[in-house]
């Protein structure tokens, strides 16, 4: 079985906590992706920020993208999948957290993300099927 770091997308960039929604809306646009890692100052990630959450939970909220931070939006706890961990411990994050993007660490450095579409080249048809189906649920 591959593993994270065989098949992950490796020099993920990340926003920092202290970084506004707004730097970070122009950071997704210059590098065409639809979610950034948020570090923290300390040097450990902090969450993920989606462009999703920046709709819904600012521009929707009334909030200002100028002010709210990316740190503000980071969840309790960052859902990840160490580097050596194997397509099956991927497939049952993704599935059990419904996330669609897991951030790749390596101890606690960020070394890269693996995504749905990593995922869907990786393996065989019929998990990748599986895979889709769980995360398309309610």
Not at 22 to 41: D, F, Q, R, S
Not at 74 to 81: L, S
Not at 114 to 129: I, K, M, S, T, Y
């Amino acid at each position: 079985m591959a593993t994270a770091r065989e098949i992950m997308s490796a020099g993920a960039e990340c926003i920092g906590e202290d970084e506004s929604v707004l730097a970070a809306a122009k950071k997704m646009t210059e590098l065409g992706v639809g979610a950034l890692p948020i570090c923290g100052n300390d040097d450990r990630l902090k969450g993920m920020l989606t462009d999703r959450d920046i709709v819904v939970k600012v521009l929707g909220a009334g909030r200002d993208p100028g002010t709210t931070t990316a740190g503000q939006l980071a969840q309790d706890e960052a859902v990840t999948i160490g580097a050596d961990d194997d397509t099956g411990e991927i497939l049952r994050t993704m599935t059990d957290h419904k996330v669609r993007r897991l951030p790749v660490i390596d101890g606690h450095r960020l070394v890269g993300v693996v995504a749905q579409a990593d995922v869907a080249r990786a393996l065989p048809d019929p998990q990748v099927g599986d895979l889709l189906k769980a995360l398309s649920r309610d």
